[in-house]
T-cell receptor, first 115, second 112 residues
Framework: KNQVEQSPQSLIILEGKNCTLQ??????????LRWYKQDTGRGPVSLTI?????NTKSNGRYTATLDADTKQSSLHITASQLSDSASYIC??????????????FGTGTRLKVLA | NAGVTQTPKFQVLKTGQSMTLQCAQD?????MSWYRQDPGMGLRLIHY???????DQGEVPNGYNVSRSTTEDFPLRLLSAAPSQTSVYFC???????????FGPGTRLLVL
């Protein structure tokens, strides 16, 4: 069964600290993995996209890693800011035989950054 | 570009009522989809469309209808609202299937 599991469910850190969010997946056939940020009351916004051959990708203070062998990804946030408070969702896409793609969503990690 | 827009932002319905959630995008994207987001669960796909005139069911289609008469618009119809349909609904679009999805701001629906 295609699944995406994220940990921790929630996390509280102090402003300026770093943190790492985890995503484990059992999706086949794997196409790509995305991390989205969802602010409260808003729709998700894409942060990064990683394909099978990519190990690391950065977007400002966000760095995503992918280990396709162990089917694990992480999102590292450096020097956190209050505006980083949000839910972070891992989404893995798989290609169907029909040629369309299926997106499998994790339940997200809720991050709270305190001043 | 307005991106993906959704109306209304919030709606209260009584059981058995019908309504249409509107979704529009101005990016000329072929792929559009509707999701619902419930506490403790990942986004679940209701219906999707790979282009004008083409729609298909997602994983939770029961109780919902869609149509895609133009590239820009992808309305979601609730036929007879039930309390189990209380949720936050997101519309998304992407330039092609498998591409990065752009989400609307969501519609919060409460069914009493």
């Amino acid at each position: 069964k295609n699944q995406v599991e994220q940990s921790p469910q929630s996390l509280i850190i102090l402003e300026g600290k770093n943190c790492t969010l985890q995503c484990n997946y059992t999706v086949s056939p794997f196409s790509n993995l995305r991390w989205y940020k969802q602010d409260t009351g808003r729709g998700p916004v894409s942060l990064t996209i990683m394909t099978f051959s990519e190990n690391t990708k950065s977007n400002g203070r966000y760095t995503a890693t992918l280990d396709a062998d162990t089917k694990q990804s992480s999102l590292h946030i450096t020097a956190s800011q209050l505006s980083d408070s949000a839910s972070y969702i891992c989404v893995v896409s798989a290609r169907w035989t029909s040629g369309t793609y299926k997106y499998i969503f994790g339940t997200g990690t809720r991050l709270k950054v305190l001043a | 570009n307005a991106g993906v827009t959704q109306t209304p932002k919030f709606q209260v319905l009584k059981t058995g009522q019908s309504m249409t959630l509107q979704c529009a995008q101005d990016m000329n994207h072929e792929y559009m989809s509707w999701y619902r987001q419930d506490p403790g669960m990942g986004l679940r796909l209701i219906h999707y469309s790979v282009g004008a005139g083409i729609t298909d069911q997602g994983e939770v289609p029961n109780g919902y209808n869609v149509s895609r008469s133009t590239t820009e618009d992808f309305p979601l119809r609730l036929l007879s609202a039930a309390p189990s349909q209380t949720s936050v609904y997101f519309c998304a679009s992407s330039p092609y299937t498998g591409g990065t999805q752009y989400f609307g701001p969501g519609t919060r629906l409460l069914v009493l």
